[in-house]
């Protein structure tokens, strides 16, 4: 059984339903209604998968810009020449479901979870109750269902977003800007507040989607925060908003810490802590991770004599999160922690030395999918690259 009707959900239920197994999903909501969020991706990450066709937006001409201080104009722009694309939600969504013949969905809300002694019972909200083998949680990050230790305050991803109209171009015509964190319409109080940068896009048709973004911080920054920033920012430039197509709320947990893998339930997506901490990104991973967790789960439910839930459930965990995962997690964790702690210049001096890695390098970085022998290589030759004010504040030797 699985909880949830979002990415995570679909990925991995459609992945069991491949594996011939009966499943049942329960989601507060249909299956059908649209996901509210845009999600974007590098679209390389998509070819093996052989899903490009699902990008309803693809741009070749990606760039970022990381300023020259306060007051200058720093404005070449960094160029990645790697494609970035975003979904068409409704799309995946449907490409998703098509894979889900046959199965059963219930517009319930989880409520309680018991543990039998061979299955697990979810109690609903309706007074309804359903039992299985195994119940996989993907309801998102908020989910009370799954345990995992108290580690302190959690970074939180914060953007206020706009879809709209605008008296000139925010952007250039088929441009993505990944980050703009260009300083120069902030005044000196400002550069000492937490950094955000934009991230923008051109839709066509006189269309553009502008998003003002706090990487992680704890506490998050507000989303009137983030428009107040997104319009002066946009003001510096001499552009105005003229029409809003749609506002995008975006706030999700970067750093949470991994569940406990000793639990009976399982869990996928946002609650199985599965966002790159670096990065924010998960829909490539959902997508990368799903079969290869399906499959085991077929292999461990066709044990005889059959597995109980917590057998199961921790079959499931050994996949999801191998030892090899959790390590490159943790350096991860340890990478956005260092990141936080640095003001506005050394953020931007950070990406800019970032970004001068090999793409194969930067990318496998922030799609997580370097093997973790490469990636401590990676993360020390961005340490060797890095100006000497970056390298103390990466090893915390300098109070910034
Ligand atoms: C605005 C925004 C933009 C993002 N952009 C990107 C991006 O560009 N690229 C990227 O890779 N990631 C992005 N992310 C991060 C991440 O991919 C998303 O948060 C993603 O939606 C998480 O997927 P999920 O399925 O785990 O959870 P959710 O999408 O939160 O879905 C949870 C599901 O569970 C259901 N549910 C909740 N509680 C219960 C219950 N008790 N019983 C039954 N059902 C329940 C909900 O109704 C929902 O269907 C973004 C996140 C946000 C918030």
Redesign the pocket.
């Known amino acids: 059984m699985v909880?949830?009707?979002?990415?995570?959900?679909l990925c991995i239920v459609s992945e069991l339903v491949q594996q011939g197994l009966e499943v049942i999903a329960?989601?507060?909501?249909s299956p059908e209604k649209p996901?509210p969020?845009?999600?974007?991706?590098w679209a390389e990450e998509l070819e093996p998968l052989g899903m490009t066709s699902l990008l309803g937006h693809r741009w070749t001409n990606t760039i970022s810009y990381f300023g020259d201080g306060v007051g200058k104009k720093g404005q070449l722009p960094i160029e990645h020449n790697f494609d970035y694309g975003l979904f068409d939600q409704v799309a995946l969504q449907r490409a998703l479901l098509d894979k889900c013949n046959g199965m059963i969905w219930c517009e319930?809300?989880?409520?309680k979870i018991h543990y039998l002694k061979e299955n697990t019972e979810v109690i609903c909200v309706s007074g309804n109750s359903y039992q299985a083998r195994l119940v996989i949680d993907?309801?998102?990050?908020k989910s009370k269902f799954i345990s995992r230790p108290d580690q302190g305050p959690v970074a939180q991803q914060a953007?206020y977003g706009v879809v709209g109209r605008f008296s000139s171009p925010p952007v250039e015509k088929d441009q993505f800007v990944l980050m703009d964190f260009r300083p120069d319409h902030l005044d000196e109080k400002q550069v000492h507040e937490p950094p955000t940068f934009l991230y923008a896009m051109d839709f066509g048709d006189g269309v553009y989607f502008v998003e003002e973004t706090s990487l992680a911080c704890s506490p998050p920054l507000s989303w009137n925060t983030l428009k107040e920033r997104l319009i002066a920012r946009l003001a510096h430039r001499g552009v105005e908003i003229e029409e809003i197509i749609h506002e995008?709320?975006?706030?999700?947990p970067m750093n949470l810490p991994l569940p406990a893998r000793n639990q009976p339930l399982l869990a996928f997506?946002?609650?199985a802590s599965m966002?790159h901490p670096a990065s924010?990104?998960?829909?490539?991973a959902l997508l990368r991770r799903a079969p290869n967790l399906a499959k085991q789960l077929a292999k461990a439910l066709a044990l005889d004599p059959p597995l109980d839930s917590a057998s199961l459930a921790k079959e499931g965990w050994d996949v999801l999160w191998t030892p090899e995962l959790v390590q490159r997690h943790r350096l991860y964790q340890f990478g956005l922690n260092r990141l936080m702690s640095f003001n506005e210049s050394y953020l931007r001096n950070f990406f800019a030395t970032f970004f001068r890695l090999p793409k194969e390098d930067w990318s496998g970085f922030l799609a997580n999918t370097l093997p973790l022998p490469r990636l401590l290589v990676v993360m020390l030759r961005l340490f060797f690259i890095s100006p000497l004010h970056i390298k103390l504040g990466m090893v915390g030797l300098v109070k910034i």
């Open positions: 909880l949830g009707a979002g990415p995570a959900a329960l989601a507060s909501h996901w969020n845009t999600y974007g991706i319930e809300t989880a409520y993907a309801s998102g990050h953007a995008e709320h975006c706030l999700f997506g946002g609650a966002v924010g990104y998960m829909v490539g």
